[in-house]
């Protein structure tokens, strides 16, 4: 991430998600795998609470998924200067295949 402010901050951002589906989605890949591409966006609404959005595309890499527009919005609490636990919920839109793939994330953010 860069500073833009004091309190926002901007980047990009990119993994890797597997997930194995229910029965009845099967029929569009098992296991769906995407690698997202995105720009970052973090506002620092208090001392300790920061929330964003990643916005980009979801690059499908298994057979049958061509991937999707992706879009995560987050909440993050600072529990201490170098760690920050996080909420998100990530979406990718598979338009041909007309529903969205989607997760509930929690997790943990170490600075090094």
């Given at each position: 991430m860069f500073e833009v402010s004091e309190s926002f901050d901007v980047g990009i951002t990119t993994g890797f998600s597997?997930?194995?589906?229910k029965s009845e989605f099967k029929d569009f890949a098992d296991p769906a795998q995407f690698?997202?591409?995105?720009?970052?966006?973090?506002?620092?609404a208090s001392e300790n609470f920061s929330v964003g959005a990643d916005l980009g595309y979801a690059l499908g890499i298994n057979d049958g998924n061509d991937g999707?527009?992706?879009?995560r919005p987050i909440v993050g609490?600072?529990?201490?200067e170098k760690a920050q636990l996080t909420l998100s919920y990530s979406g990718v839109s598979?338009?041909?295949a007309d529903f969205?793939?989607?997760t509930i994330n929690l997790g943990v953010l170490f600075s090094l």
């Open positions: 597997n997930a194995f589906l690698i997202p591409i995105a720009a970052a966006a973090r506002f620092k999707g527009f992706y879009y609490y600072d529990v201490s598979i338009k041909d969205t793939f989607s």
